[in-house]
């Protein structure tokens, strides 16, 4: 059953043995993967250094990507589940959002647990994006080449909020989590946006990805105060 529930979370770590904690969790998470009730699809994945767009790791943060029936199984995990619980208590702190799916196409891992049936519906508040490749591993180093330049064209976006890179293994399987103001700023750096169209055109002409997904979303909780944008429930 695809997830009608997203949520997303970034938690940071600092210090020695909370950073082993957490790479020795995620490493984890590789062989077993999370469960829940009413946990369509999870990842636990690795950012970069910098902006997250890099081949160099940053030990002191991870993502959290959950997919769920619903927003009261979402709520039961993160209140209770004792495995959740302890890898938060390892963490200093803990950013992200709540979000529903709207439109998307692709897969992941050759899934697709996204349940989109409240469609192109009219929506003023925040909105969030995941795109995720899969590197044919013949084309990485091409690929890497390119992605200083690319992930430069993000800085200073109009109504880009956050954005980082992340990844569940080096080099070869990629995705960006992005937050906006709204879908009119998207809108505009995705289809006006001088820089982005020469991303996308060397994507189709070298082929980069085995694998791709693309799943726009909107933002209906925001779990930090850092980001300034109101949701729009």
């Not at 064209?153 to 293994?169: D, I, P, S």
């Amino acid at each position: 059953m695809p997830g009608k529930f997203i949520t997303i979370r970034f938690l940071e770590f600092k210090g020695f043995s909370a950073k082993r904690y957490a790479f020795a969790e995620m490493g984890r998470s590789l062989v077993n993967g999370w469960m829940a009730d009413g946990l369509v699809f999870s990842k636990q994945l690795g950012t970069g250094a910098g902006n997250g767009f890099s081949v160099l790791p940053n030990f002191g943060l991870y993502a959290w990507l959950g997919v769920w029936e619903s927003p009261a199984h979402a709520e039961q995990f993160f209140q209770h589940d004792s495995r959740w619980l302890k890898l938060i208590h390892e963490s200093t702190n803990i950013s992200g959002w709540d979000a529903v799916p709207m439109k998307g196409k692709g897969t992941w891992n050759g899934l697709q647990p996204f349940d989109f049936s409240e469609g192109e519906t009219d929506w003023d508040g925040p909105v969030a994006v995941i795109t995720r490749a899969s590197i044919r591993w013949f084309k990485s180093l091409l690929f890497w080449w390119n992605v200083p330049s690319a992930s430069k064209h993000l800085e200073g976006k109009q109504g880009l909020k956050y954005a980082k890179g992340v990844g569940e293994l080096p080099l070869f399987e990629q995705a960006t989590f992005s937050l906006w103001e709204s879908a009119r700023n998207l809108d505009q750096f995705a289809y006006q946006s001088k820089e982005h169209a020469p991303m996308i055109k060397k994507t189709r002409q070298y082929d980069w990805y085995s694998e791709e997904m693309f799943v726009r979303m909107k933002v209906v909780k925001l779990v930090s105060s850092q980001w300034s944008v109101v949701s729009g429930q």
